[in-house]
């Protein structure tokens, strides 16, 4: 007979070969949830009391050795044996050299039951961390929309990367914010949808033990538990639907990561990095490199990667659990890993930038970037849009063509005039596009309110 130190030997003839081993092992990035190993195993001895298969004392006995397991790994001196196949193995295999009575833990219930319930407890505190993450930097955002409201900063918006109609500068910032707080939602729904307790579902099929599934899933705080065993070991579409969540949060904090290289470019110029969040080059002394937005906007690739690469994943699976599953863990890990830190430098690096208000207006400022008012101008005087448009669409082409200033143009032009003119004053444009949700100042006044409003109702 194989060697007593796997969970299975019992069947085995031979030792597994150490390829296998290698391979199949899953304890060297799995070890992180040992918490919620622990802590699905505390409630489900509880369970086996409850209904009578545990007695008191061998209840206590097992607590007993389960918090000493969880000392010994929180504190580093857990002594993990060669054979600890993964963390499941691990803390059993540990909580039995202490106490005979814990080799009664694993009654009823399988490793696959007991893994798929550890990745959603995972899951769910790892939602509840990254929430607060990236509340924290929608209220920086916030923050910082609201101080440059006050100071009356306004830029130039941009579409296809051209210079297009003039913005406040907390509008633009308050866009970010409106992305990160449907990633919140998005993380919440994932939340509703992982909230179920799996153990109890056993190796696939439940079992013939008097368990209570139920009693389990409220000792651990699930607000409910699982109805059909088969699914329950077998799915891990709550890991598909957080891998999704944290991607698009990952292409949120990639488009804003762009921005700000432009805007610390000295073409744009618009924002100085503080130091703490810049690095130099080796050889140019002279830089000033925005690492940290090419990094948010980088990162995105790899979340990207565990999203496709775990759906392809699970593509195919026939019912129930298949090894194949165990390989949620490394992208769900990496994810949150990833949304974590990248998240935290980013709101550091936006907390502590300097705007240049003076770059953004000179650049709101251009005159061409008023055709969109001068048009306006014309409507108001009742002239159909698409004649106004063509109006001063000949107008911008004629000072392109010629050294003509456009406002010499237009104060010279017969159905525009010095009124019309005024349109192309320095920071006029841009205060005028108050309509809802617009871009200039009242307009942007409402929407900061409000933006503080859902912020704070999620706090
Ligand atoms: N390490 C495994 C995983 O992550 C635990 C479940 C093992 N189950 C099994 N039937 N071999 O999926």
Redesign the pocket.
């Known amino acids: 007979m194989a060697d007593g130190n796997t969970l299975w030997y019992g069947r085995f003839e031979g030792n597994p070969n150490q390829a296998l081993r290698e391979l199949n092992d ?1 304890l060297p990035f ?1 070890q992180r949830m040992f918490r919620e190993d622990i802590a699905g195993s505390r409630a489900h001895v509880e369970m086996l009391c409850e209904v009578g298969l545990l007695n008191e004392s061998e209840l206590s006995e097992i607590l007993d050795a389960l918090d000493v397991v969880e000392k010994e790994i929180s504190g580093g001196t857990f002594q993990w044996a060669a054979t600890d ?2 963390i ?1 193995t691990a803390v059993e295999r540990r909580a039995t050299e202490i106490t005979a009575a814990a080799a009664k833990i694993h009654t009823a219930r ?3 039951d ?2 798929a319930n550890d990745v959603r407890l995972v899951v769910l505190s790892e939602i509840d961390s990254l929430t607060r993450i990236v509340h924290s930097l929608v209220q920086t955002l916030l923050h910082r929309a609201e101080e440059a409201h006050q100071e009356g900063l306004y830029l130039p918006g941009y579409t296809h990367l051209q210079r297009a109609q003039p913005v406040a500068l907390a509008h633009h910032l308050a866009a970010y914010c409106w992305m990160f707080l449907r990633d919140i939602d998005r993380l919440a729904e994932t939340r509703r949808r992982t909230d179920v307790s799996v153990l109890g579902a056993g ?1 696939l099929a439940g079992t013939s033990l008097p368990i209570k599934p139920a009693s389990v899933a409220d000792k651990l705080g699930f607000s409910d538990v699982f109805n059909n065993s088969l699914d329950a070991v077998s799915d891990r579409d709550f890991v598909a639907d957080l891998l999704y969540s944290l991607t698009v949060v990952g292409i949120h904090l990639s488009k804003l990561g762009e921005e700000l290289c432009l805007w610390a470019s000295s073409e744009f110029n618009y924002v100085e990095l503080d130091d703490e969040f810049a690095t130099g080059s080796s050889m140019m002394p002279q830089k000033k490199n925005p690492d940290v937005a090419e990094l948010a906007r980088g990162k995105a690739g790899r979340l990207l990667g565990n999203l496709t690469g775990f759906l392809a994943t699970q593509k195919g699976l026939p019912l129930t ?1 298949n ?1 194949d ?2 390989e ?2 490394e992208p769900l890990f990496d994810s949150c890993d990833t949304i974590r830190l990248t998240t935290i430098a980013l709101t550091g690096m936006i907390e502590s930038l300097k705007f240049n208000g003076h770059s953004m207006s000179a650049s709101a400022d251009s005159q061409e970037i008023a055709a969109t008012d001068l048009a306006d101008f014309l409507v108001q005087r009742g002239l159909p849009f698409r004649e106004a448009h063509s109006v001063i669409a000949g107008l911008v082409r004629e000072s392109l063509d010629s050294d003509a200033e456009l406002t010499d143009l237009v104060n010279n032009h017969p159905d525009l005039g010095p009124e019309a003119a005024r349109l192309l004053q320095p920071g006029v444009g841009w205060a005028r596009r108050n309509s809802h949700g617009g871009g200039g100042p009242e307009a942007v006044t409402e929407q900061l309110a409000a933006l503080k409003a859902h912020v704070e109702s999620i706090s």
């Open positions: 899953s799995d196949e993964d499941h399988s490793r696959n007991q893994v190796a659990y090894k599953l165990q949620d863990k």
